[in-house]
């Protein structure tokens, strides 16, 4: 009940790719995600993007549109078992792929690394913080939860949801450790995650971190106009360029 992938062939991602001027990355055979065929050079970094639970990254090309034209190279990531990429999603497949990912942005294009993950991508994001294994500069989470667990219990009161799911995705312990800065995106309206299991895993932070708050938000309505002011204010603050007090 978790995960809602669209699925298609190889030939069906690299013609939707080609549609949106993008290309498959590190390369067609075995792609991680998706960039823009005319990615620019930066000293700026690279933003690898992880998307929610539902559809696959090529939905999710406005963050090209907004993160580019700040100097930044932008990553889509895919996960295992969507689009045409093989295997099934659960927690341990997704976040230990999202490290072998950041891994590869590293390799192939330096540092510094930012993460930005939506809902169930803000899962896999913190995860990979959690690992050790990826130095990452900042963290975009957009309506995030603090845990799965959670929010499986708030959905589905009447089970004992919370004992039996079995990708828990715990927000909150995966980012005990993280020292960089994290800034939360949380949708007013939300009906999937409610507002207060993102902010309990805002006031768990002991790290730099601020909130952006969308009035008239809901989970998937959230303002993504790359004109607006809020994609440079949480890009200054995650790199480092703001001193904010957490």
């Not at 002991?206 to 303002?223: G, I, Y």
């Amino acid at each position: 009940m978790i995960y809602f992938p669209d699925t298609y062939s190889i030939e069906g991602q690299q013609q939707r790719a080609d549609q949106a001027n993008l290309k498959l990355w590190p390369s067609t055979d075995n792609y991680r995600g998706l960039i823009a065929k005319t990615s620019q050079i930066t000293n700026k970094g690279t933003v690898i993007v992880f998307h929610g639970n539902a559809g696959s990254a090529t939905d999710r090309t406005y963050y090209l549109d907004a993160l580019e034209n700040q100097g930044y190279r932008v990553i889509l990531a895919e996960y295992p078992g969507y689009a045409a990429r093989n295997g099934s999603p659960s927690e341990q497949a997704l976040i230990a792929d999202g490290i072998q990912t950041a891994q590869q942005a590293l390799n192939d294009f330096g540092g510094p690394v930012f993460l930005w993950g939506e809902s169930l991508g803000g899962g896999v994001a913190c995860g990979i913080v959690q690992s050790g294994q990826v130095p990452v500069k900042g963290i975009v989470l957009v309506t995030p939860f603090n845990s799965m667990a959670d929010i499986a219990q708030h959905h589905y009161w009447f089970f004992p949801a919370k004992w039996l799911i079995k990708d828990t995705f715990d927000n909150i312990k995966n980012l005990q450790n993280y020292s960089g800065n994290t800034a939360i995106l949380l949708a007013e309206k939300d009906e999937i995650i409610p507002n207060k299991h993102s902010l309990m895993l805002f006031a768990a932070l002991h790290h730099p971190k601020k909130l952006w708050s969308f009035k008239d938000a809901s989970h998937n309505r959230l303002p993504l106009n790359q004109a607006l002011l809020w994609w440079q204010e949480v890009m200054q603050f995650v790199s480092g360029q703001n001193e904010v007090s957490p």
